[in-house]
């Protein structure tokens, strides 16, 4: 299995990511060699994109390293203390982030 097929699996879930204006398509993932960028918005489940990598892993025998993964909040300084605070992404799922 490639990466792209890993790229197309996050395409194909129901993350919203980012919407952009100017451009077609949101920005969601991105990747080069051995890295993976997913950006997603306020509106998102983390569990959805713990699903979608769990799966992908099933099904390639691939190995997601969770201990090099990191969380990068955007947004203004109030959302991302908030987040930093709470260890959730948005206020309708209260699954903490790890």
């Given at each position: ?5 890993l ?6 879930s ?5 919407k952009?204006?100017?451009?077609e ?9 051995d ?14 994109l713990?699903q979608?990598?769990r ?9 997601f ?20 605070k709470?260890?959730?992404i948005n ?6 982030l790890?």
């Open positions: 299995m490639s990466s792209y097929t790229a197309e699996s996050i395409r194909k129901s993350l919203e990511g980012f952009i204006q100017g451009l398509e949101r920005v969601l993932v991105s990747l080069f060699i890295d993976t960028l997913v950006y997603m918005n306020k509106k998102d489940d983390n569990k959805i713990e979608t990598i799966n992908f892993c099933k099904v390639s025998t691939a190995k390293n969770n201990e090099k993964s990191e969380i990068l909040p955007i947004g203004t300084k109030e959302y991302r203390n908030n987040i930093i709470t260890r959730t206020k309708t799922n209260n699954d903490k790890d």
